[in-house]
């Protein structure tokens, strides 16, 4: 059973689909924490769970550096095999994703290279793209820059505002997490 630890930002429905997934007792990995740099909306998916979760916020620290560490130490002492950024906002420094090396991705709503960073579908919707999408990848020290793991591509509508855009994409968003936690799982796709 592959142990995972989600990180989150937001609403969390990435997470949701996770723990929905878990629901099934043949799904080979299993949440045991969820952290965030906030009060996020979506830690309350992994209370209804019963599963740890862990709140680190950046300003009440005196630096990113203390603050990446003091979330690592939160990250291991669940011993994970997995970390998953699913919506977490804030770039981790070259600490926390060296300790982390082959167990930590993150998944985006775009086609990378295209559109990295924290607006990727309004982004897209500016560029006037016809068709964008999520990738999975594996995170290092840059902005979304990881080796790719998986990517699946969403057309854009002509009337799609940046909430209907970024919703059609978290409806495949959600199904590829899952699928890829569970490939990870099933050692189908080998991160290190
Ligand atoms: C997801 O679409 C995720 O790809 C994106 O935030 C959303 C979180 O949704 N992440 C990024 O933009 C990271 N650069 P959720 O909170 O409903 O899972």
Redesign the pocket.
Known sequence: MLSVVVL?????????ALLKATDNPLFPAKIVAVGSDKDAT?LTHAELYEIDTFVVEPERFSSRQAWAETLLASVQHHQPDLVV?????RILPANFVNALKGKLI????SLLPLY???H?VRDALQDQAKVTG?TIHKVDEGV?TGEIIVQQSVPVETNDTEATL?EK??VV??ELLVQCVEDIANKKIVLA
Request: proline content about 7%.
């Open positions: 989150i930002s937001g609403s969390g429905t990435n997470l949701q979506g950024l699913a919506g977490f906002m993150n998944t985006h709503p990295p960073g924290a990727a999520v979304d970024h994409i978290k968003e959600r």
